[in-house]
């Protein structure tokens, strides 16, 4: 071994051991835990294969959750990422404007999500909240909504807590539109490109990384999404808004299963990995 290379060695030393110590062992663990039946005061008693064969033909809970789970990636990938690339072509632009959009639009990502919780629940209270009173004065009627109880918009009423705020996709694209030099957006405008036909023909496609790179910390924060459901509505009605880690938490913490908990956030690593490996795939995020 050179002495460039033992020096390599001797840095990466402490992390890697670090990480072996807190991550690899516990997921080894996880692993090998999730082929059990185990809960606080027993020994864990192994299983075989029973914990994945019932999460997957028999828990029609957990299923759900899964389907929920990818429709909120799905929309994390789509919805919010072009949100918040959308506002970054926007505020590039430096209008008189891009200073107060560039403060509205942050304001909901740096608020707790236990603060932004309880500010949905007031939003959308059926005796006090905003929305109902917003749609009674249009419809001249009393209008009465229960939004996060009613299994018809539980669901679409939770994800409006998240989806529309996609202040890290904006951040991440604007600094790497600020890398790019003037110089290219000066020569288009000489050659008569208009503001759309630069952000189109420009200043997407070498955008392509990055905006790969948001896609992926937007689609796996679904991942561990638990806080904001929690405080809202606890995967109900009739699970309607529950998720992967919402089960869990209530599998493991509730139920007091930790071996069926532990199968699920096998699961969950699992998913978390493909849809990693799939969006890297589609940007071509390698290349």
Known sequence: MTKKKRWIVIF??????????????????????????WSIGTS??????ENYIYLFTKDKEFQK??????????????????????????????????????????????ISSAALGMLFLCIFNPQFGMVNHIISAITKSDFSQNWFLSSNTAFW????TWLPYAGLVTILVMAEIASVSEDIFEAAKIDGATDFQIDIKIVLPMMRNIIGTATVLAATSMLQKLDIIMMTTNGGPAGKTMNMPMYLYQTALTDNN??????????????????????????????
């Open 44 to 49: 864990p008693e192994f299983l075989g294969l």
């Open 65 to 110: 959750s899964i389907l929920n789970t990818f429709v909120w990636i799905a929309l994390q990938a789509t919805v919010h990422v072009c949100i918040g690339t959308a506002l970054a072509l926007i505020l590039r632009r430096k209008r008189w404007y891009t200073n107060f959009m560039r403060g509205v639009f942050m304001i909901p990502n740096i």
């Open 157 to 160: 009423t939770v994800t409006l």
């Open 12 to 37: 990466l030393a402490p992390g890697m051991a670090l990480f072996a110590f807190i991550f690899l062992f516990s997921m080894v663990q996880l692993g090998v835990t999730s082929f059990t039946e």
């Open 258 to 287: 930790y071996g069926l908990a532990n199968a699920q956030g096998v699961v969950l690593i699992g998913l978390g990995l493909l849809v990693v490996g799939a969006i890297r795939g589609l940007y071509r995020m390698d290349k």
